[in-house]
């Protein structure tokens, strides 16, 4: 069974930066598509960004300029660096995997102080 694992979440100041990154693990003949969304307490997960293995990217609105995706396919492996951070960024960070059905990591705490 697939697995993806986070590291890479942590306290830092407002205007810092983090990098996630996100190891997928086990049987895999194809991802077509990883990200990574966010979740905080009382609202809905949300898309950060997502990257397609073509190297296609999204990214939310709220992101856009400050985040950057990007994705090593013979590690099976997605980052996400994270710049210009603010206390609104504050969430949960999850890492997903499209492989013909959703995959989903445990999440990632990251805390943007003001």
């Known amino acids: 069974q697939v697995q993806l694992v986070e590291s890479g979440g942590g306290l830092v100041q407002a205007g810092g930066s983090l990098r996630l990154s996100c190891a997928a693990s086990?049987?895999?003949?194809?991802?077509?598509?990883m990200g990574w969304y966010r979740q905080s307490p009382g609202k809905q997960r949300e898309l950060v960004a997502r990257i397609q293995s073509g190297g296609s990217t999204i990214y939310a609105d709220s992101v856009k300029g400050r985040f950057i995706i990007s994705r090593d396919n013979a590690k099976n492996t997605v980052y996400l660096q994270m710049n210009s951070l603010k206390p609104e960024d504050t969430s949960v960070y999850y890492c997903?995997?499209?492989?013909?059905?959703?995959?989903w990591g445990r999440g990632t705490q990251v805390t943007v102080s003001s």
């Open positions: 997903y995997a499209l492989l013909g059905y959703d995959r």
């Open positions: 086990g049987i895999i003949f194809s991802i077509s598509a």
